[in-house]
Structures are given as C-alpha cells and as structure tokens.
C-alpha cells in the first residue's frame, strides 16, 4: 500500500468519467479522497465502486467543506450552479477548476468572463483557483492497465496554490507544468477542445499532452 497523504481532495462531479478517474487514481496513491455529487446516492456508489467507503460519497457542499483542495470536473452548462451551491464554504481553500467551454453536445459554450476558470474566480472570490488538467486523457486515469502519464498543465495566480495542485500531481506520477496566470486558461480549455476533436477523427479516447524536453 502506498504511504498515505495529508492532502484531502473532494472531486466535484466525483460520478463522471474524469472525475471518478481522478478519485481512483488519487486514491491509489494514498491521499484521502471524497467523491462529491448532486446526487448523494450515485456519489456513494461512485465511491464504492472504487474500493472507497460509501461515506467518502457525499452532496458536492458537504465534499467541499470537507476538503483543503477541491477539484471541479463538471460540464460547462453545470459550472455555474454548483459553483454557486459551494460557494458558502470553499474561502481560502485552492479550487482545481478543470472545466472545458464544451456543452454536453460538443458545441462551443463561451463563458462571461474568458474562460471557466476566470468565470470561477469571479464566483468564488475568496477561493484560490487554479485551472488544470483540461489535456489529460480520462480514458488513461480510467484504465488501471495504464500507467499515469503525461504533463498536467497547470495556471492560476496564487504560486503556492499551484504548487499545492502540483504536489497533487506528482502524487498521481504525471508532472505539473506551470504555464502562467490563470489568464491562460483559456488557452488550456481550448487545447482541451482540440485534443478533443482529434480524438474523434481518429477514433481515439487516449490522447492527452506530453510536452517535449521536459522529461
């Protein structure tokens, strides 16, 4: 069993293909983990089905208020609900927002303020968001044949945010890759959509970034 963690993550959307990816990964690598959702009963049976107790699935609100970090893997069209249900007891804590401007048919959504992450900021002005792993490959995090690999690319504007995040990251066995402020988040969401894209064209489900000469 690996050493266990003092990084508590809750996984907003903790039930979906990226979210439960992360939950198992992270839990794999011995950090404590909650599955959060807004529906208690798939949370719980998400978290089951990845070796946790059914209590480590809880109400996205509850998830959040449990947690020191807290990573958003929801849909663009439920960004803004469920960061407002969070809202009330996320201060100070570091907020992973992973968000894609996709809505659930493909079609490009633009958000009010640039990007997601800039629009999380806005919503949860006391939180220290960072927006990360818009490449990384669900379908990778969700075969447990596969290693973890590839670079996580990581902005935001708080740097010991960030390296928070980036300790997260080298537990998973991926490398953090600072790209700047969280301005650049956009950027990274459109990556996202591009990998995207590729991925059906070709009819692939695992590409993801590595980033050449940082190895």
Known sequence: MPE?????VAIIGGSGHLGLGLA???HGAGVEVMVGSRDAARAQAAAQSIG????????NVEAARWAAVIVVTVPYDAHRQILESIAPVVSDKVIVDTTVRLGRSGERATPVHGS??????????TARIVAG????????LADPAQRPHGHVLL?????SAKERVAEMVRLLG???????????????????????????RYKRRDLGIEVAGLD
Request: charged content about 25%; overall charge positive; some cysteine.
């Open 133 to 140: 792993f818009h490449t990384v490959s669900a379908a990778m």
């Open 4 to 8: 266990r963690s003092s990084l508590r």
């Open 24 to 26: 198992r990964r992270l």
């Open 116 to 125: 997601a992450a800039e629009e999380a900021r806005e919503l949860l002005p």
């Open 155 to 159: 902005c935001g504007d708080d740097p």
């Open 52 to 59: 946790l107790p059914s209590d480590a699935g809880r109400l």
């Open 174 to 200: 991926m490398r953090a890759v600072d790209t700047g402020k969280l301005g650049q988040a956009g950027i990274l969401e459109s990556l996202a959509g591009l990998l995207l894209a590729i991925n059906r």
